[in-house]
């Protein structure tokens, strides 16, 4: 019982203290399977279908907090023009994010539209350049915070008073994205693409507190991807790949690989399996499998910073569905990436 409250101490000085000061985002370990939020440039940037459609739920910190965060996304995206413009396409999509986070009520309702154009150069490489417009709104239940100062050594006691006053239960605020990515794929088993985005290039301005400095101003968050994906036989193909991401003075590197292996003849069934690791956070196995091009994936965050002492090494669980396809006249296009 003291492990965890001390944690939730830990967690509740840290929210309500220092966030105010600086927002720090949302991510997810698949972020391979969100690619909207980790690429505007990814809107229609899509190898081997015309449109997609997904949802993605991640659930954290449940060993240790009464009310775990919980986040989900859903997104759209799908290529326009392709057979009007000579050398290239449009993206249009959208994304919705749902954020609730801990017993404080915190929710996060974030709604995107993305606009990317993707630029054949030569038979064998493509360039993208994207952005993204949304809004974004934000509420608290003051009345069920717990604030340091009102812990008296054994429980935290809402009974007592705090010196911690907001000025509003609710803030919103326009938000801007853009992104470019390139992909190479000189043969139909070989298919490379890196990316690189910035989020928040309008620099909103997100606090509870009513001031008029820059307090409260969400830093720009810059990331970058790269990603190939090798087939090696009739039945195999491996994806490796790494996520960088850095807002303030917090990093995020990912490194991993996923495989996909056929389970049929023309590759409609196949077995997905990857492992992942965040530098100096947790490893993430994968397992999921691909029917009729609808893909299912688990991941599970396996806790390996100081955290694990207090959660027994009990991190995230994702779980994501993305399904594509193509347009009824566009059956017989030839992808761009390998596949069974």
């Known amino acids: 019982m003291y492990k965890k409250i001390k944690i939730l ?60 965060y919980k986040t989900v996304s859903v997104f759209v995206d799908a290529q326009l023009l392709r057979d009007k413009l000579k050398n290239g396409w449009l993206g249009l999509g959208a994304v919705l994010l749902n954020d609730q986070a801990g017993s404080g009520s915190l929710t996060s309702t974030k709604i995107y539209g993305s606009l990317a154009y993707h630029h054949m150069l030569g038979l064998s490489s493509l360039l993208s350049a994207g952005f993204n417009v949304g809004y974004a709104a934000k ?3 003051q009345s069920k915070l717990k604030f340091p100062d009102q812990f008296d050594g054994k429980f935290f006691d809402n009974n007592l008073p705090t010196i911690v006053s907001l000025n509003t239960n609710n803030v919103s605020y326009p938000d801007i994205h853009a992104g470019m990515n390139y992909a190479y794929f000189p043969d139909e088993n ?62 995020e590197l990912v490194l991993g690989i996923n495989a996909n292996y056929n389970l049929s003849e023309l590759g409609e069934k196949q077995l997905i399996a990857g492992i992942y690791y965040r530098l100096s956070d947790a ?26 002492k207090y959660n027994n090494y009990r991190g995230a669980t994702e779980f994501s569905i993305i399904k594509k396809g193509f347009y009824p006249d566009h059956a017989d296009r030839k992808s761009m990436c390998p596949e069974f």
């Open 190 to 251: 070989v298919y490379i693409n890196a990316g690189y985005s910035i989020q928040h290039v309008n620099r909103p301005k997100e606090s509870f507190f009513n001031d008029n400095t820059t307090s409260g101003q969400i830093p720009m968050r810059h990331t970058g991807f790269i990603n190939a994906i090798l087939k090696l036989n009739d039945r195999g193909i491996v994806n490796p790949n790494a996520y960088f991401s850095t807002q303030a003075k917090t990093t």
């Open 139 to 141: 509420r608290i239940n």
């Open 9 to 68: 101490f830990l967690v509740a000085y840290y929210l309500f203290l220092i966030a105010p000061a600086w927002a720090q985002d949302l991510h997810f370990s698949q972020f391979f399977n969100t690619p909207l939020t980790t690429n505007p440039a990814n809107t229609g940037f899509i190898p081997n279908a015309d449109y997609r459609l997904g949802a993605h739920y991640r659930n954290q910190w449940s060993a240790v907090m009464t009310v775990p």
């Open 283 to 308: 490893v993430v196995p994968m397992l999921g499998v691909e029917l009729n091009n609808m893909r299912f994936v688990f991941s599970y965050d396996v806790t390996l910073s100081a955290l694990s």
